[in-house]
């Protein structure tokens, strides 16, 4: 049986316009009773695919003696731009039988530099036009460009290369291209513009061909929070676009943007911004516009720019924004002159309409994520985002229309302006649900409705904001790539969603926004341009790429952002004195119950600093050893041993209590996660700890930085009854108090909403914010019991924390050597455990038991084998290594 799921980098399957040069390969071992581990693999590169497998003319590894199927670096001969690329591997089982060539794979590069471009920027001067909106920001019109251009011969091959400064959707001959959703998106537009590679053979018409372009402002020339871009986000939106075909005799072709092309603003879509909606007028459609009979001779002749050379034009480096999702309304509510569609469930995205309208009416759509308590329509957590779609009718009748260039965050869908005579029906509105086009990657199922509830909220706040980068909501006026929001959620997202070119992408995003003296800004890209960093939001450089390390095992990804971890390290002791932080914080956020209802919480922002300049300073030293710079481990494990013995000299005294700031749960809690007190302390610390939550009637007094830590440090603790009462407790502040609310996705505040009282008054209250889902980590790793032991799961911990009132749980992960799954169910004081680990690969598992009463597996009384083995036997449980395989385990269990 040959290898399966052959990927390249960060997990691109035979991707065109890919944006590497220097691959990495992986693949994985097929399931099978005769392949329990690989001893070696071969790996061939071809120009062509008939050359393979016998000639790997641009790379042949020849037989590599490990059983490393991950993240093998391409070491052959230089690829180039446009160039098409196969390959193949085998491997050799433990039993050194070698396998059957795997199907062959292809990655085509993109256009990798900026000499590859022989197109202009091009667009029309909508600045001079444009309006002024929110804080000054200049409203331009959407523009609509086209060429038509004659083929004197067949075309063989056709790729359309293009990018925006804005977002665009482009057809040929009428066609659309593709249906990417606000291409090509949102990264650091001062240093990076991303392209997209289109394979556009299909769509050339001998002859004649005629392209159009739609063109928005989007993220570059959009109203944006703050709005103080280090990019230019005043001028015009602009599209850059060149089509390469070979033609039937040989010869090359191109068709560029360029002073040829024609452009207008007068179409139907007269407004879109993000925040705040489209205006779309049916009696300006064009007819075929963008098609070869249409006659352009009122448009106007396009401005040119050249391509600027402090700016890189390069492939995407992950999956575009996609319609993944469709909802139906459960409900219909009249209220006064509206319809209210209720899909029941937050969502992000946007509608699609099919109404029954009078010609010259005005059709209003608008977007709630929850009804006030007396029914009626509430927006104001939406602040200055008016989140608004207009349809002006141009004949009676049912018309169709979804928005294009703008998403909204909504549960609800009101309309008015349509044609009350009509029976209202629920078909009329479709929430259409819009996310990076990334796959599922885990599962997690209890016995308990609430968590199963819980689990589903963070799914549906992780597909509401991973909108091209992270976001921390996206329904009001921000919709950005909160840093502290990002670091906190990081491993929950890598459980639940095939995630990882998403966060490769975005790292590339932080690295290219990395100030001169070290600091990363608030939200990536820059909206801020204020110099100032946060801790604990700043140190999303240092814990996303390690966190990634741990779950996909690719070394290369902390070479990739090594030097980035060092300057912010840099950056933590330059803003320290004697190695006490005095860096700005956002704090432990939304603390609830803090003093005078401050945002920041009341740890001390000093002690949060110093804290997360520890924790740098040994994740830093830590990658460093992984990726071999064994000096540099050691100066930074210093630098680490340093700044935790300050940060105990300053905050802590000999009983392990806080001193000279206020005591909170958060302060204890970073100082046991980050170990950073002796271990001499560290008792009376943890027993502080358990003070401050017990003060609290067993509830949680965290915000955004301290909540993700509770669970691990309770853990390691011992204290799995309170962690089970923390994690299942209904009343405020608790994950179930807003399911009881009626969340169907995580909220930024503990009670930003209530049935009785509506939302909370206080700002920021936004009901998609993904960050205090961080809890499902512990859901994950704890209750089901999937965690990697070795990075990149090559040894899995299985290790099942079972707790009333739940009576089984379980979860299945797809690792990068396969699917891992672990399975519980408290039967008749029986304990069952079904386990699968995937092959390459081996696992630990600690089975909570009676052990006195013995232990079964697969039927018979357990004994060690060749493939099981028991490590560790205590009075409550049972340790065993397992080699890869599907095992069941039976034993006696006594609820601790």
């Known amino acids: 049986m040959p290898a399966v799921d052959l990927t390249i980098s960060e997990g691109f399957k035979n991707p065109l316009g890919f944006y590497n040069p220097e691959p990495t390969f992986s693949w994985k071992l097929p399931v099978s009773e005769n392949i329990k581990k690989q001893s070696a693999y071969q790996v061939v590169v071809a120009s062509r695919k008939d050359n393979l497998p016998n000639q790997g003319d641009l790379w042949d590894s020849g037989k590599q003696d490990t059983d490393t199927s991950n993240w093998i670096k391409y070491q052959g001969k230089a690829l180039e731009s446009r160039q098409k690329v196969y390959w193949q591997v085998r491997f050799w089982n433990q039993d050194g039988k070698v396998s059957q060539w795997s199907e062959v794979n292809s990655f085509e590069l993109g256009l990798l530099n900026n000499s590859d471009w022989k197109a202009q920027w091009i667009g029309l001067d909508t600045a001079k036009d444009s309006i002024k909106g929110k804080g000054g920001t200049l409203i331009h019109k959407p523009q609509y460009l086209r060429k038509k251009f004659k083929l004197s011969n067949d075309v063989v091959s056709a ?27 949102f990264t650091t537009y001062d240093k990076r513009i991303e392209t997209i590679t289109y394979d556009v053979t299909n769509l050339i018409e001998p002859e004649e061909t005629t392209i159009g372009i739609e063109l928005a402002s989007g993220w570059h020339s959009g109203r944006l929070l703050w709005g103080n871009t280090p990019w230019n986000n005043t001028v015009s939106p602009k599209v850059l676009c060149q089509l390469e075909m070979i033609m039937e005799d040989g010869s090359r072709k191109f068709i560029v943007t360029d002073k040829s092309w024609k452009a207008m603003t007068n179409g139907p879509l007269q407004f879109s911004e993000i925040y ?39 492939p995407k480096r992950h999956n575009t924004v996609k319609d993944k999702i469709k909802l139906s309304p459960k409900e219909i509510i009249k209220r006064e002159e509206t319809l209210i569609f209720d899909l029941e469930q937050n969502m992000v995205g946007v509608p699609l309409v099919n109404v029954p ?83 599922d990657n885990g599962t997690f199922v209890s016995s308990h409705d609430k968590l199963n509830q819980l689990q589903s909220n963070i799914v549906w706040g992780l597909r509401g904001n991973f909108f091209d980068i992270p976001t921390d909501c996206p329904q009001r006026d921000e919709r950005l790539g909160w840093t502290g929001d990002a670091q906190v959620f990081g491993p929950t997202s890598m459980f639940n969603a095939d995630v990882y070119k998403f966060w490769a992408s975005w790292m590339q995003s932080v ?43 690719d070394s290369g990804f902390l070479e990739d952002n090594y030097e980035m971890m060092k300057r912010w390290v840099a950056h933590h002791k330059q803003m320290s004195e004697n190695y006490i932080s005095n860096m700005m914080s956002f704090s432990d956020w939304l603390q609830p119950f803090s003093k005078n ?157 209530s049935k009785e009282e509506g939302f909370n008054p206080q700002n920021m209250n936004s009901l ?56 519980w169910e408290i039967k008749n004081d029986n304990f069952i455990l079904e386990v699968v680990i995937p092959p390459n690969t081996s696992g630990n598992v600690i089975i909570p038991a009676n052990s006195s009463k013995g232990l079964v597996l697969n039927g018979q009384v357990f004994k060690d084998s060749s493939k099981v083995k028991l490590v560790n036997t205590t009075s409550s449980s049972f340790e065993i290594h397992v080699e890869a395989g599907t095992y069941k385990f039976e034993t006696n269990y006594i609820e601790k």
């Open 159 to 185: 790729r359309l290369y293009i990018t925006a400064k804005g977002v665009f959707d482009v057809s040929i001959n009428g066609q659309d291209v593709s249906d990417d959703v606000m291409p090509p998106g």
């Open 276 to 314: 705040d909606g489209e205006i779309y007028n049916a009696n300006l459609e064009m007819p075929n516009w963008a098609t070869n009979s249409f006659n352009d001779s009122a448009w106007k002749v396009v401005q040119v720019e050249n391509l600027e050379e402090k700016v890189n034009l390069e």
């Open 357 to 439: 309208m009078k010609k010259g009416d005005t059709l209003k759509i608008r977007f709630a994520e929850m009804l006030a308590p007396d029914g009626s329509f509430y927006t104001k957590n939406y602040r200055s985002a008016r989140s608004t779609d207009y349809y002006i009718a141009s004949k009676d009748g049912v018309v169709s229309y979804m928005p294009k260039f703008t998403f909204h965050g909504f549960r609800y869908v009101e309309l008015s302006g349509f044609d009350s005579t009509q029976e209202p029906r629920k078909n009329w509105v479709t929430g259409i649900v819009q996310y990076s086009d990334f796959d």
């Open 511 to 553: 690295r290219e926004a990395q100030l001169e003296n070290g600091a990363i800004p608030w939200t990536v890209p820059d909206a801020t341009k204020n110099k100032i960093a946060s801790s604990g939001w700043g140190d999303v450089c240092v814990i996303i790429p390690w966190e990634i390390y741990r779950r996909t095992g």
């Open 597 to 753: 209802d401050n945002t920041r919480g009341d740890t001390s922002r000093n002690l949060i600093g110093t804290a997360f300049f520890a924790r740098s300073a040994k994740l830093t030293a830590l990658s460093a050893e992984v990726i071999g710079k064994m000096g540099e481990a050691k100066k930074y494990e210093q630098l680490y041993k340093d700044v935790a013995k300050a940060f105990e000299n300053e905050y802590f005294d000999e009983t392990g209590k806080v001193k000279n700031v206020t005591e909170t749960q958060t302060s204890y809690l970073l100082a046991l996660a980050f170990d950073l007190i002796n271990d001499e302390i560290k008792p009376n610390a943890q027993k502080h700890l358990l003070e401050k939550i017990h003060e609290a009637d067993d509830h949680l007094r965290t915000g955004f930085l301290g909540t993700p830590l509770l669970s691990k440090v309770l853990d390691e603790m011992g204290e799995i009854d309170l962690m089970y009462k923390l994690l299942f407790n209904e009343t405020y502040p608790s994950w179930f108090y807003s399911i009881n609310q009626g969340a169907t996705t995580i909220w930024e505040r503990w009670n930003s909403y």
């Open 768 to 823: 998609n914010h993904y960050a205090y889902g961080a809890i499902g980590q512990w859901m994950y790793e704890r209750i089901a019991g999937i965690a990697p032991l070795e990075a990149g799961y090559k040894v899995i911990k299985i290790a099942p924390q079972p707790h009333q009132p739940l009576t089984s749980a379980s979860a299945k992960l797809n690792t990068p050597y396969g699917e891992v799954s672990s399975a």
